[in-house]
């Protein structure tokens, strides 16, 4: 089966005859361009969604090792002020000799266990951070690869339908 698409329609000056195959193959490249063009946009989104969770998890991981690291600050405070109390009611002089150096061996741990789960948050968030960015950059790649299969496929297909209609 063929059609015939008059002189002038397509911008030629003849008749052109376009067999059923030569349209159904027209019709299956422009079903896989739009395929490649839909799956790339939908990688990229889906991409894009996990780099926005990433981001969102990163930030909580922050909050959490600042909350968690004010909890036992002040958990600590109240250590100190037990011990220093206990010392006092024991007959030890909490500002000097053996129990200054007690106090601030405990205040040194209390301060490096602080700062050691705050800088852990940090650097969970900083590597959530970093996937996020890889994730967007996946996502880019990947939707730029599909625009490039969505081209290469139209001009195969047009390469083959020029040969058939010029030889």
């Known amino acids: 089966m063929?059609?015939?698409?008059?002189?002038?329609t397509l911008g030629t000056t003849t008749?052109?005859?376009?067999?059923?195959?030569?349209?159904?193959?027209?019709?299956?490249?422009?079903?896989?361009?739009?395929?490649?063009?839909?799956?790339?946009?939908?990688?990229k989104a889906a991409h894009e969604y996990n780099a926005r969770?990433?981001?969102?998890?990163?930030?909580?991981?922050?909050?959490?090792?600042?909350?968690?690291?004010?909890?036992?600050?002040?958990?600590?405070?109240?250590?100190?002020?037990?011990?220093?109390?206990?010392?006092?009611?024991?007959?030890v002089d909490p500002g000097s000799g053996s129990g200054l150096a007690l106090l601030t061996e405990t205040a040194a741990d209390a301060e490096r266990d602080y700062r050691t789960l705050v800088r852990n948050g940090d650097v969970d968030a900083a590597r959530l951070?970093?996937?996020?960015?890889?994730?967007?950059?996946?996502?880019?790649a990947a939707q730029g690869s599909g625009y490039y299969d969505a081209g290469a496929t139209l001009l195969t297909s047009l390469s083959d339908v020029a040969r058939r209609y010029t030889s």
């Open 53 to 91: 969770a990433a981001q969102i998890d990163a930030e909580n991981k922050r909050v959490i090792a600042r909350t968690e690291a004010d909890r036992l600050k002040e958990r600590d405070r109240k250590l100190m002020a037990s011990m220093r109390a206990r010392m006092g009611a024991a007959g």
């Open 129 to 140: 951070r970093s996937q996020a960015r890889l994730d967007r950059m996946y996502g880019a």
């Open 2 to 8: 063929a059609f015939t698409i008059p002189a002038g």
């Open 15 to 43: 008749a052109t005859t376009i067999t059923l195959g030569d349209a159904l193959a027209a019709f299956g490249t422009l079903s896989s361009v739009a395929g490649s063009v839909s799956s790339a946009n939908r990688t």
